[in-house]
């Protein structure tokens, strides 16, 4: 079993930045790992997805030229940089690890392929 935890939401105006992690609680080589998000009354929606081996990593429309996905696998960490922030951002944001690399191929982010998920952390973009 794997606990993920994310950090880093909070409240920001429009144009602004945040950080989120993702800490994964012990070491394992996890294959592909991935930020999805959840606004009030909408479904979840993928957002990055981050390939440890092979893979691609993957943006969202809505979020390319903005975010920027990483990971450390030294801390067992994942990042997601948000930049320049807009309102239709608000949500809140949830770190997911796949047990099978197929998560991260591919040309969608397909949230049942990921099975071990954090509790969230929230986002507000103000305008």
């Known amino acids: 079993q794997v606990q993920l935890v994310e950090t880093g939401g909070g409240s920001v105006q429009t144009g602004g930045s945040l950080r989120l992690s993702c800490a994964a609680s012990r070491d394992t080589d996890l294959p592909c790992m991935g930020w999805f998000r959840q606004a009030p009354g909408k479904e979840r929606e993928g957002v990055a997805r981050f390939p440890t081996h092979f893979g691609v990593t993957y943006y969202a429309d809505s979020v390319k030229g903005r975010f920027i996905i990483s990971r450390d696998s030294a801390k067992n960490t994942l990042y997601l940089q948000m930049n320049s922030l807009k309102p239709e951002d608000t949500a809140m944001y949830y770190c997911?690890?796949?047990?099978?690399?197929?998560?991260?191929?591919?040309?969608?982010?397909?949230?049942?392929?990921?099975?071990?998920w954090g509790q969230g952390t929230q986002v507000t973009v103000s305008s």
């Open positions: 997911a690890a796949a047990l099978s690399p197929s998560a991260c191929v591919g040309s969608t982010l397909d949230r049942i392929l990921f099975v071990y």
